[in-house]
């Protein structure tokens, strides 16, 4: 047998051990409770301890790549983009595409999944609260996409009074909004579809920190001209500067 082979067999084994904690979990007990909520799940211990240790080792180098931003009224905060990640935190990609996690996501969605291309600087990226003040105000993660948008956010660190505050039925006429608040400790999860989930996180307090991770699927990964245009627009004014956007794009 070839050393590739045996690298290979490793980084296999490697990739199902990642994810492998989603075997412990009551899976249809999770989906049944997705689909009550509208496509909406939370989670206080979803990630296996090693693994937000692992992430939360690659912090202080990633605090070189924090592009800070600041939009009147909406948002005040820091992000780390993909491009960053791929370079500095290997571990994170690697998790985003886990063919075993995905295939997890698929059980709870009911629906067939797809990474987010090349271009979108938002298929996984890091949010950093550090200073006072920082937050996002309500919004849906709207999809610019052909098909849905799946949003999920795990806990990294969180030594921060900010909290996730969310309305579920938003868009459903028929039924009485629900609206809650939690606290994404490390380890938590949320994971919702990105259009039917309004949601903001409150601004963080003096001494806080706050980093999590978001990973983003869809179901449809198209899109047109237009919509790709307003996405990078977003992307480089309200999270990761138009160096990292649209250079990237050009490529
Ligand atoms: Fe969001």
Do not use: M, N
């Given at each position: 047998m070839s050393t590739a082979s045996v690298d290979e067999m490793i980084a296999d084994t490697d990739a199902a051990d990642a994810a492998g904690f989603v075997d412990e979990l009551d899976t249809p007990d999770l989906k049944q409770r997705f689909e009550t909520d509208n496509e909406f799940l939370f989670l206080d211990e979803f990630l296996p301890a090693e693994t937000t240790t692992q992430f939360?080792?690659?912090i202080p180098e990633l605090t070189e790549a924090i592009h800070r931003n600041f939009i009147p009224r909406h948002k005040k905060g820091g992000s780390v983009s993909r491009y960053a990640l791929d370079e500095l935190a290997p571990e994170i990609p690697a998790l985003y595409r886990n063919p075993k996690f995905i295939a997890w996501l698929e059980r709870l969605t009911g629906e067939t999944l797809e990474v987010c291309p090349e271009s979108d600087?938002?298929?996984?990226?890091?949010?950093?609260?550090?200073?006072?003040?920082?937050?996002?105000?309500?919004h849906f993660d709207t999809s610019y996409y052909a098909g849905k948008r799946y949003t999920l956010l795990l806990g990294v660190i969180d030594e921060s009074s900010s909290q996730l505050e969310?309305?579920?039925f938003k868009n459903d006429d028929d039924r009485e909004t629900v609206a809650d608040a939690r606290n994404l400790r490390p380890g938590a999860m949320c994971f919702f579809n990105g259009d039917e989930v309004w949601h903001r996180i409150t601004p963080l307090g003096e001494n806080e920190r706050r980093?999590?991770?978001?990973f983003e699927y869809v179901t449809d990964a198209h899109m047109g001209r237009w919509q790709r245009f307003v996405s990078n627009m977003k992307d480089s004014i309200a999270y990761?500067?138009?160096?990292?956007?649209f250079k990237r794009n050009k490529r």
């Open positions: 939360q080792a690659r600087p938002h298929a996984y990226a890091l949010y950093f609260y550090t200073e006072p003040g920082d937050h996002i105000g309500w969310f309305e579920l980093i999590s991770l978001t990761f500067g138009f160096k990292q956007v």
